[in-house]
């Protein structure tokens, strides 16, 4: 078979199958990614012509990257359940109780710069779960409080869980393809130095896209949620926003530049939350008028949840701040040493277990338990466990807990993992049919379709990606190969296409279902995912759009071209939108009671 058409589709019924499944049938994840599974390894076996032993071959490959990865999610999750049940957690959150009576200044730092302090740390949907309760506490309306959380998984979640999305998802999502290796030795660089090199040129993009992202989510705070349903309200603090989001972005930029991928939300969410909490403790671009919902009782019934406000978190703080904080600190320390001292990294790096030639297929990998970010949560964790004074039983619960929310990853990742590796390890290395591997072969169609428009479209496929999978480590994982190729195929640098996939696979987390669904559920908001989603997705096509328009400019530049087109376009499109907030006024319906609120 040569036709081109035919054949790209074939090689995407894979990914179309889940995506079918996931949103169109609203199957989990986990059953999903088994059927798109079975249909990559029949494409595999019936129309490229791989031998049944390369299909093993790259399905044990695919097992043990997902090993490594549910290692290093494992570990995320036990130093936040560890924190929780230790009450470090508590203690954390009781120091934001007084930072300012605003809810806008309280939205931003707690939800914008606490919240990417936490995706930095753990990753995979946390955020919002540590969030959304936190804020109801402070007297958030529910649905307010969920909306903060995942609108902030956005900017920082391409560098969540100690950087996994680029780490694993980019580099695991390239490694082992010829035509990945050739552009490594064209730029003299090693594997580890080009995914870093992708991560720095995401940080970039980030930081220009996310600059408006603290802004419009207490835009959409104060004209969805507040007394008079006025955009204009959140707009009203631009200053704060704007500080507030560089004071994020630019160490967040200087670290995936200086220190690698596994860092940039991490100390970005920290330095930003130290800097601002300062600053702001001292009036600095605090607003002048403070900012609230409004009485309780004139809330429609649909923003508030079965979870009462005093039992969403425990406000209370049994512990100094100093003993909650100093697990995430010396991880932090541990992993800094880890990556930055040569010698210390050599010899971590050293202790691999090499997979070497699987099944005689020349197929290889290898495991660093110890270098891999996991090892030093799991440190932390334990830590932890002494400094905090827990006891057995709480231990134990740590570890069930987490044990508990890995289950369902686990399932998915298992499927995921391999059935993107029997994609990659398609080529005619391992097929009798001569073909190109099967995202080669997508990438060729793509680039067929679209010429050289394909960087404004790149986020829109890792956006998608998130949204299906409800994650951007998956999402780079399912895609990563197949933007390299169409990026090599429209003869654009494909690391640029790659990192444009990467910011849109962070810019879909804010409509990724399981996100909504497992953020609703630490606040009892349950049956309102559709009127989260129809929010929250305002969020993402910025973003895709914003990202797309960044991606563009980053390869071709300023110029008579689409990118400079499209960013005067949305530049006058978001100066016009600032013009209809300024003239807004106030929502006719602001001071209805609740359940005429309701039935209206």
């Not at 479209?457 to 990606?465: D, E, H, K, Q, Y």
């Not at 999978?469 to 390299?484: C, K």
């Not at 096509?541 to 008579?560: Q, V």
Request: aromatic share 10%; with cysteine.
């Amino acid at each position: 078979m040569d036709n081109l058409a035919v054949l790209a589709l074939l090689a995407l019924a894979p990914i179309l199958v889940v995506g079918v499944l996931l949103a169109g049938f609203r199957w989990p994840a986990k059953y999903a990614m088994p059927v798109g599974y079975v249909i990559a390894v029949l494409v595999a076996l019936f129309v490229w012509r791989m031998d049944f032993t390369g299909v093993l071959a790259a399905s044990i490959e695919g097992l043990i990257t997902a090993g490594t990865l549910l290692y290093i999610v494992f570990g995320a999750l036990l130093l936040l359940s560890t924190l929780t049940v230790s009450g470090g957690m508590s203690a954390i959150r009781a120091g934001f109780s007084n930072i300012s009576p605003d809810r806008r200044v309280q939205a931003i730092i707690i939800g914008w710069l606490f919240g990417s302090f936490i995706e930095g740390a753990s990753g995979f949907g946390t955020p919002a779960a540590v969030v959304a309760p936190l804020l109801l506490a402070l007297g958030f309306p529910a649905m307010a409080a969920v909306m903060v959380g995942l609108i902030i998984q956005s900017t920082p979640v391409s560098f969540g869980a100690v950087g996994t999305p680029i780490l694993v998802g980019v580099g695991q999502g390239l490694g082992g393809d010829p035509s990945v290796a050739e552009r490594i030795s064209v730029l003299g660089l090693t594997m580890p130095e080009f995914v870093s090199s992708i991560g720095f040129q995401v940080a970039s993009i980030h930081a220009i896209v996310g600059l408006l992202i603290p802004l419009i989510m207490v835009c959409m705070l104060t004209g969805f949620f507040g007394q008079e349903k006025r955009f204009r309200d959140g707009l009203a603090v631009w200053p704060f926003a704007i500080y507030a989001s560089v004071a994020m972005t630019i160490p967040s930029v200087l670290t995936a530049r200086f220190l690698g991928p596994e860092f940039p939300s991490l100390f970005g969410g920290l330095i930003g939350l130290t800097l601002v909490m300062y600053t702001s403790s001292r009036g600095f671009l605090m607003p002048k008028e403070t900012f609230d919902f409004g009485p309780r009782t004139s809330w429609p019934k649909r923003w508030m949840g079965t979870l009462e406000p005093a039992k969403a978190a425990d406000m209370s703080a049994p512990m100094s701040p100093l003993r909650a904080w100093a697990p995430y600190v010396l991880m932090g320390l541990l992993l800094v040493a880890t990556r930055a001292i040569p010698g210390l990294k050599s010899f971590l790096t050293g202790l691999a277990i090499p997979v070497k030639d699987i099944l005689g297929t020349g197929i290889s990998t290898s495991i660093q338990p110890f270098y891999l970010p996991g090892f030093v949560l799991i440190l932390a964790s334990v830590f932890a466990f002494f400094l905090h004074r827990m006891n057995g039983k709480q231990m134990l619960q740590a570890v069930k807990v987490s044990g508990s929310q890995i289950v369902g990853t686990a399932v998915a990742l298992l499927f995921a993992v391999p059935l993107v590796r029997v994609l990659i390890q398609s080529g005619p290395e391992l097929n009798a049919s001569g073909l190109s591997s099967m995202p080669v072969t997508l990438a060729e169609g793509a680039a067929a379709i679209s010429g050289g428009s394909w960087p404004l479209i790149a986020p829109w496929v890792g956006a998608l990606g998130a949204f299906v999978a409800g994650s951007n480590t998956v999402s780079n994982l399912t895609f990563a190969q197949f933007q390299f190729s169409t990026g090599a195929q429209i003869g654009v640098p494909p690391e640029m296409v790659v990192a444009g996939q990467a910011v849109g696979g962070a810019g879909g987390n804010p409509i990724a279902i399981h996100n909504i669904v497992a953020a609703s559920a630490t606040v009892g908001l349950l049956g309102r995912e559709g009127d989260l989603l129809r929010k929250t997705i305002l969020v993402t096509m910025y973003y895709s759009l914003a990202a797309g328009i960044m991606t563009f400019l980053f390869i071709h530049g300023l110029g008579f071209n689409a990118g400079t087109i499209m960013l005067v376009l949305l530049i006058a499109g978001l100066a016009l939108l600032v013009r209809w907030m300024l003239k807004q006024k106030p929502h006719r319906e602001a001071n209805q009671p609740a359940d005429q609120a309701t039935r209206s």
